[in-house]
Structures are given as structure tokens and as C-alpha cells.
């Protein structure tokens, strides 16, 4: 998922969107999938998510990440599975899913799918949301719509910009220890975590590195100078914006229903 929130040019409905409504859109979306408890709602909204994604022009990027997210959803439903106990046995054929004190239940096995299924269906909004805006336009919205201190705006933007940063870092650290003979593909995951928290000193200091560069730029720019007033681009809400609320609106309600 490398480079999963750069930003993707493009002239779709939400690249024209507002940035503040493109950001409350993706939580109404998220709230509306955690609140839901049924299992068909969400795999309709893990369509719905998907669809949202080819209606940005990322396809792509949204399967991407729906397959990055797989690894994490396959450990969180063995989990939920092996923990929960409650319910009937489950039972293939003549055999019953059960052996001593490991036992698969119908309700284990529902909520492990919910939890899954919520968890993508949860992540993705956002995910694809922030693919198809300008980091430097949902600073300056919140701070001209919200009134929050650019400061405070600022922080927040490049925390998500120095995401991808760092994973690109990471990603030329681990390529330059691979070239010196280290074997970081193998398949024990205890040895593979041994082996890469060294490699968090090197992105350690290259982060301070980028931070300091960072903050000498922005005080040369007047950064502490600047205030609520200084953007000269506006950013006015229209129809497509209130539109895309009632779709969010929408979702939390039939998350609710469906609960």
C-alpha cells in the first residue's frame, strides 16, 4: 500500500467536492458501518466503498487497499473465532468443529465477520477520501469553515502527508539492508520483527531530519504570521456537497435500522 493517501488528480463529483464535506462524508460513511450489525448491510456497504472508489478514478488503489487490509482482517477473525464461544457448534458434514478446548460457533463465526467487514468497510471512506484531496486545501477549509487555528490544521495535514513519506523511507532502508546480506523475506514473523525494529533507529533519525528541514522552511515562510484570513481561495458549499451529507446521513440511518 505504498503511497495509499497521495494525493490522485482527476475531475470526478468529489475532486470538486469540498474538502470539509469529502471529510465528514467519510465519517458519516465509517459511523454508519461500526453502528451496523448486520452482516448483508455491510458487505453492501463494502460494495458501496468500492464503487466510491471507481467514482474517484481509483479503482486501483481502493482493491489495494481492501488487499493490504486482508492480512489484518484474516488475524482479527481467527481471533474472534478461537475467542468466542458462545453458540451452536459448527458442523461439516458429520464433523463437528470442535477439538478440546478449541470450538467454532455459529456466533463466533458472525461476529468475526462483522468485526472484518466493518473494519474495511470502516477504513476505506476515509482512505479513499484523502486520495482525492489536496492536504493543503482541507487545511485551509477547516480553518476558513471550522475556525480552527491553522496551527493546529497545519499539524494535523502533515502528520497524513509525512505518512507515505515514511513508508517510502522505510521501504529504501529495508532495500539497502537486503543488499548487504540481511535476510529480512523470511517467514517467521517473530524473526522478521527482530530483524526490522533496528531499522526504526535510521527511519528515527531521518524523520527528525525531515522535520527539522521542515520547520526552518515554514518560520522562513512566516508561518507564525499567518492567520485565518490569509488564503485567498475560497471554498464554497454546493449542492454536490449537501448531496454527498444526505448519502452519509443515509448510511448511518440504514446502520441503525439494520442494527
Keep these: 500500500m505504498k503511497g495509499f493517501l497521495d494525493y490522485v488528480p482527476g475531475n470526478s463529483v468529489f475532486h470538486k467536492m469540498n474538502p470539509v464535506t469529502k471529510l465528514l462524508f467519510a465519517f458519516t460513511v465509517c459511523i454508519g458501518c461500526f453502528v451496523s450489525g448486520n452482516l448483508f448491510v455491510l458487505l453492501g456497504l463494502l460494495v458501496f466503498n468500492f464503487l466510491l472508489g471507481c467514482i474517484c478514478g481509483i479503482p486501483k488503489r481502493t482493491y489495494s487497499l481492501l488487499k493490504g487490509l486482508t492480512k489484518i482482517a484474516l488475524m482479527l477473525f481467527i481471533i474472534q473465532v478461537l475467542v468466542i464461544r458462545s453458540g451452536e457448534v459448527i458442523v461439516i458434514g458429520d464433523i463437528p468443529l470442535q477439538w478440546k478446548f478449541i470450538k467454532i460457533t455459529t456466533q463466533g463465526a458472525y461476529n ?35 475556525h480552527i487555528p491553522f496551527k493546529y490544521a497545519f499539524t494535523m495535514t502533515t502528520a497524513i502527508r509525512f505518512i507515505p513519506v515514511f513508508a517510502t523511507e522505510m521501504a529504501g532502508i529495508i532495500e539497502a539492508q537486503t543488499s548487504r546480506g540481511i535476510e529480512l523475506d523470511t517467514k517467521n514473523p ?3 520483527i527482530s530483524l526490522i525494529l533496528p531499522l ?21 515562510r512566516g508561518f507564525k504570521y499567518r492567520k485565518a484570513g490569509s488564503c485567498l481561495k475560497k471554498y464554497p458549499f ?16 440504514l446502520g441503525i435500522w439494520s442494527h
Design 112 to 146: 468475526a465477520a462483522c468485526l472484518v467487514l466493518r473494519l474495511s468497510c470502516g477504513t476505506l471512506p476515509l482512505a479513499i477520501m484523502l486520495s482525492v484531496t489536496k492536504l493543503g486545501d482541507l487545511s485551509n477549509a477547516l480553518v476558513e469553515k471550522w
Design 190 to 192: 517473530f524473526k522478521k
Design 238 to 253: 454546493e449542492f454536490r456537497d449537501f448531496a454527498a451529507l444526505l448519502v452519509g446521513i443515509a448510511v448511518i440511518a
Design 200 to 220: 526504526c533507529a535510521p527511519l528515527l533519525v531521518s524523520s527528525v531530519r525531515k522535520t527539522q528541514s521542515l520547520a526552518i522552511a515554514a518560520d522562513l
